[in-house]
């Protein structure tokens, strides 16, 4: 039995009226496609996937959930690296990959990606939180500084960081190992 059953009309309510005007993830950006799939906190609504309810401790058994600020250990090269949060983690891959990148084909494949391009156009396709950082020295054919979109969860981070090894021929041995 509900004892403030207003209150739920309310956020039931705020949440509807969020889907119908604008179903776009706030931390992702991303169209939410279903109301299934929405998450509703702090007045904002989330894919489930992407929700910052995923990040906070689970009640009762006294562990957390790994959160943007949980340390991650990867493998590259045969060594076995250990980072205090996933930004560290990200940050290490993009200056990896930013050092071995040899030539104009390889900076195509990484502008078709979403997260990356030059900050005008990376910070107006962002609907979510916009946390950008340079992707290394690399710049676009038209000679502007590349960047990544770093915003998001933990699981968005750990996607946009396989997705960049997956690119490369010589990111073939990396692995996040937690």
């Known amino acids: 039995i509900m004892e403030d ?8 309510s705020q949440k509807k009226q969020l889907f119908d005007e604008n179903p776009i ?14 998450d509703f906190y702090d007045g904002k609504i989330y894919h489930k996937a992407f929700s910052p309810k995923l990040e906070m401790l689970i009640p ?5 959930r790994k959160s943007i600020n949980t340390s991650v250990q990867i493998l590259l090269e045969d060594k076995e690296l250990e980072f205090d949060h996933i930004i560290d983690a990200l940050d290490f891959v993009v200056e990896h990959i930013a050092e071995k990148i040899i030539d104009d084909f390889d900076i195509s494949r990484l502008i078709e990606l979403d997260y ?14 916009k946390h950008i950082k340079k992707f290394g020295k690399l710049e676009n054919m038209k000679g502007n500084q590349l960047y990544i979109n770093v915003g998001g969860n933990r699981t968005e981070n750990i996607t946009k960081i396989n ?3 997956s690119l490369f021929s010589f990111m073939r041995d990396f692995k996040i190992i937690n």
């Open 116 to 129: 990356v391009g030059d900050r005008d156009d990376l910070l107006s396709s962002i609907t979510g939180k």
């Open 25 to 38: 993830c706030f931390s992702s950006g991303r169209r939410i496609e279903k109301w299934e799939e929405i």
């Open 5 to 12: 059953i207003d209150k739920h009309i309310e956020i039931f």
């Open 60 to 64: 009762g058994d006294g562990k957390g």
């Open 163 to 165: 997705q960049l090894a």
